[in-house]
């Protein structure tokens, strides 16, 4: 189901993209992002790719905004989690 919402994507990028010169606020780049968020969220990341792609107008500021979190910080929420759940089950 990923692979049919990313296939459009990834045509663009490499068909379409490289005949306009790089005009993006944000990186990754908006079709980068949603690549990446629909691989990782699913369903979720469609919605994430649409809000992306509506807060990319003239007056917004840009700047990096990664769809997934580095993996410093998802181990870092991994361990919280064990912790509570070892905490509760004692």
């Avoid at 692979?3 to 306009?20: E, G, H, L, N």
């Avoid at 361990?79 to 004692?90: E, F, M, V």
Wanted: glycine share 6%; proline share 6%; hydrophobic share 40%.
């Amino acid at each position: 189901m990923r692979q049919i919402f990313i296939a459009p994507i990834t045509f663009y990028q490499k068909w379409i993209s490289p005949a306009f010169p790089a005009r993006c606020k944000y990186y990754p780049s908006c079709s980068s992002y949603a690549a990446t968020a629909i691989s990782n969220y699913g369903l979720r990341g469609v919605a994430m790719s649409i809000w992306r792609l509506l807060r990319c107008n003239p007056w917004s500021h840009g700047g990096v905004d990664y769809a997934v979190a580095n993996s410093k910080e998802n181990l870092k929420n991994q361990r919280k989690t064990t912790l509570i759940t070892s905490a509760g089950a004692q």
